[in-house]
């Protein structure tokens, strides 16, 4: 039964740090919702803002100045969080692969194999918790930017929502979580340790 909580929670670690990698990395954490008949739809990314014309699909990408330059607090937290986040989850997967019970490395010291997948769910745990703050934050910061233009009666003619990569930064997040919760609390007491 152990045996198939490390493989199952192998399978989501990849799997959502895959997701976590290609969230921070692709440019659609905000995506124009005016309801109105658009003939292109925008995107705004931690890295550049995309445009892609509806009518012919020709997109065109605005690099962001630089990294160092002077940029909005949610887009430099966001970018912090989630690189950490990538890193964390990243040497997680490399630190659980040696820790299964299906890799014959440490075969005769399945304590220290326990202990390996034990220490990759606590650094999967700090991971997801920062890719969740970071996803979050940069989308209570979309809405509440959108809130406060709406209170205030400014109709800029866009407005901006979600876009899919946050929500794939969050749902990498949460499974980076279920997997370190399974690793962590799941597989001691399944194995009576």
């Given at each position: 039964m152990a045996g198939t909580l490390q493989l199952a929670s192998f399978c989501v670690v990849l799997l959502s740090t895959f997701f976590l990698i290609v969230a921070t990395w692709t440019d659609c954490w905000m995506v124009n919702a005016d309801d109105s008949l658009e003939v292109s739809h925008r995107c705004r990314g931690l890295w550049r803002e995309c445009v892609t014309n509806m009518q012919d699909g020709i997109k065109t990408c605005d690099?962001?100045?630089?990294?160092?330059?002077?940029?909005?607090?949610?887009?430099?937290?966001?970018?912090?969080?989630?690189?950490?986040?990538?890193?964390?989850?990243?040497?997680?997967l490399i630190l659980m692969v040696p820790g299964l019970h299906c890799v014959k490395f440490l075969k005769d010291e399945p304590q220290v194999k326990l202990k390996m997948c034990y220490f990759s769910g606590l650094v999967l745990g700090v991971g997801s918790v920062l890719g969740l703050v970071g996803s979050v934050w940069y989308a209570v910061d979309v809405y509440m930017e959108r809130s406060t233009l709406l209170l205030h009666g400014v109709f800029l003619g866009v407005h901006y929502?979600?876009?899919?990569?946050?929500?794939?930064?969050?749902?990498?997040?949460?499974?980076?979580?279920?997997?370190?919760?399974?690793?962590?609390?799941?597989?001691?007491?399944?194995t009576g340790q």
């Open positions: 690099q962001y100045d630089s990294i160092l330059a002077e940029h909005p607090l949610k887009i430099v937290v966001t970018r912090a969080l989630l690189i950490t986040a990538d890193v964390l989850s990243g040497f997680a929502d979600f876009g899919w990569s946050c929500w794939l930064g969050m749902a990498g997040a949460t499974g980076c979580l279920v997997a370190s919760v399974a690793l962590t609390c799941c597989l001691y007491a399944l």
